[in-house]
């Protein structure tokens, strides 16, 4: 008979493979969500596997979201995918109809954003999940439940709509959207407020204790060819960034990696980060790399002469984000004292952080002389070594600690290298035509 193991979420499976590991799923989840399940098969409570058996990994689909993002299954690669079944579908309706058969299947499928609705209507939850054997025509309609339309059913992308296996409402309804990639099922699933609540689980412990699998075969945490590595204008820049993952978030910290800069770094300001950026482009690395600049004016200057490389597809730079508050910052230079929009011209990693953490007057940034090659004023944050020891050293202790800024940063992070993602999955997805 062997034995199964099943990723699934809220008792729906997404895939699954039996008497071997089948797909590695270890990366959707962290050390921490390694936990045991209790046994619903009757072995006694001194059998010396059980605990074993009882291994699964378990994380909750809201936080394995931005996980399944940085693997470049997003709503847009779950509609580009959606997209390439539909259309082959329709050319295979179409040969079925000149056959003399399938007429019963409709040409006009579902549009992207109307499966999107089929697939979040319900939680999966409200599922009926009780099994039945009836194979009659009326079983397998009772069996199908509010799925049971074949009016709707059959403009889900599938040559075989109306004979899709299921032994309950919620297996057929895991039949019938399975054409996407389990991820993108998932992603999709995701829409819907209720299911992002649910666990996900891939219990292996039954498949090792069974002998059909080693222990060692199962690992979280990200790959290294699925990290990300963030190459910044200095060690100060890397320091902020690595904690403020590691205190905004840790349920994606293991995707990102930085440049050592215990020993000193080797690309301190932007110009040595265009030299970086320039040597990678040449030699074709692979790496999943984003080039992080400050929002100032060199960071700005070298962002362009950086997009002007045109870089690998598995590259990306970018500038910390514009922020509001940066209109109207305090600063003085040789024409005196006042305030400025600091965008574009002097807004450095530091700036990003709680600048009022200090308690002393307000932050200043100094104008230094005009940089005739960039036409524009670059300025300097007064005292920035402070606010960045007092973030490193005492963030998370401080009440009301804003970390408003350093969320922006992050989400441009998160953004341009879910980007990268994509386009590595699209990429991926063409070769497999």
Not at 196 to 223: K, M, N, T
Not at 232 to 253: F, M, Q, V
Not at 283 to 306: C, K, P, S, W
Request: aromatic content about 8%.
């Amino acid at each position: 008979m062997g034995t199964e193991i099943s990723l699934d979420i809220a008792g729906l499976s997404v895939d699954w493979s039996k008497n071997r590991r089948g797909a590695d799923h270890g990366f959707l989840f962290q050390s921490d969500d390694r936990r045991r399940i209790p046994c619903e098969d009757d072995y006694p409570d001194d059998d010396p596997g059980r605990s074993l058996r009882e291994m699964a990994f378990i994380r909750p689909l809201r936080s394995v979201l931005p996980r399944l993002e940085l693997l470049g299954h997003t709503l847009a690669t779950a509609e580009a995918d959606y997209e390439r079944v539909a259309a082959v579908c329709v050319e295979d309706r179409r040969s079925l109809r000149e056959e003399g058969i399938g007429e019963e299947l409709p040409l006009e499928l579902m549009s992207f954003g109307e499966f999107k609705e089929f697939v979040t209507g319900d939680a999966i939850a409200d599922l009926d999940d009780s099994f039945s054997s009836d194979l009659t025509d009326e079983g397998k309609r009772r069996t199908k439940g509010r799925l049971a339309d074949n009016t709707i059913t059959g403009r889900v992308p599938t040559t075989d709509a109306f004979d899709v296996d299921g032994y309950s409402e919620r297996s057929f309804f895991g039949s019938l959207i399975g054409f996407l990639h389990p991820y993108n099922v998932l992603r999709l699933l995701a829409e819907n407020e209720r299911n992002v609540h649910a666990d996900l689980e891939w219990r292996y412990g039954p498949l090792v204790c069974d002998g059909w699998a080693q222990e060692e075969e199962f690992i979280s945490e990200a790959r290294r060819a699925q990290t990300f590595l963030i190459a910044t204008e200095g060690k100060s820049d890397t320091r902020i960034i690595k904690h403020a993952i590691s205190l905004l978030r840790p349920e994606i910290a293991d995707f990102f990696r930085f440049v050592d800069v215990g020993k000193g770094y080797p690309f301190t300001g932007a110009g040595n980060l265009l030299r970086f950026a320039q040597g990678l482009a040449k030699i074709d690395v692979h790496n999943q790399t984003l080039f992080v600049l400050d929002n100032d004016a060199e960071g700005v200057n070298v962002h362009g002469r950086i997009t002007e490389l045109a870089l690998p597809a598995n590259m990306r730079a970018a500038t910390l984000p514009e922020l509001a508050r940066f209109g109207n910052f305090k600063s003085r230079g040789s024409d005196g004292k006042g305030t400025a929009d600091i965008n574009g011209r002097a807004a450095a990693i530091e700036c990003y952080l709680d600048l009022r953490s200090e308690r002393k007057s307000p932050a200043e940034v100094v104008w230094s002389a005009d940089k005739k090659d960039l036409d524009v004023r670059q300025g300097k944050l007064v005292n920035k070594g402070t606010y960045t020891k007092t973030f490193l050293k005492r963030a998370s202790t401080i009440k009301g600690y804003d970390m408003s800024g350093l969320m922006a940063v992050l989400d441009m992070i998160f953004a341009e290298c879910r980007a990268i993602a994509e386009t590595a999955y699209s990429i991926r997805t063409a070769a497999l035509r």
